[in-house]
């Protein structure tokens, strides 16, 4: 029973800390998102063979329905700024990684987190308040209406084409 007990309270655990809490519980975009956590990272990766950063949030966005192009730098030219402290799920966030502008993105998940391809660690849920993410952080982007917004976030959607 104890083994139980603890193997649950770390699966709760585990959940809580891939994003659990977000506006996007049970949604499209979060189905979209578990379904390649762990994925392998792939310099110039746009499919689930393997992501790089630009190629994982294009992927996502297919999904949803929305096209973007294979690029931190392009992406963060489209949508509309949003401020750190009004973010969504789904909006995209960018960082300065190489020191030379925009070159890196992922995609709020809720709760103080972002989905992102890691050259590192491939598919995987990281904190905002990271301190490399911090001192990196360039801005965010909401891409979608609020029509899509709405669509996507409702739970009842139908995933079928979520691979």
Known sequence: ?????????VSMSIL??????????????????????????????????GFDCSGFTQYVFNKLGIDLPH?????YKMGK???????????????NTLGN??????VYVGDGKFAHASSKRGVTISKLSDSYYTNRYVGAKRIMSNEKFEAVADSSTDNDDVE
């Open 16 to 49: 809580f800390s891939m994003g659990a809490g977000s506006v996007f519980a049970d949604s499209k975009l979060d189905k979209v998102v578990d379904k390649v956590i762990g994925t392998e990272y792939k310099s110039g990766g746009t499919s689930t063979n």
């Open 71 to 75: 690029q931190s730098g392009s992406q």
């Open 81 to 95: 700024a949003v401020p750190k402290d009004e973010l969504k799920a789904g909006d995209l966030v960018f960082f």
């Open 101 to 106: 502008g925009v070159s890196h993105v992922g």
């Open 1 to 9: 029973m104890k083994k139980k007990l603890a193997v649950a309270a």
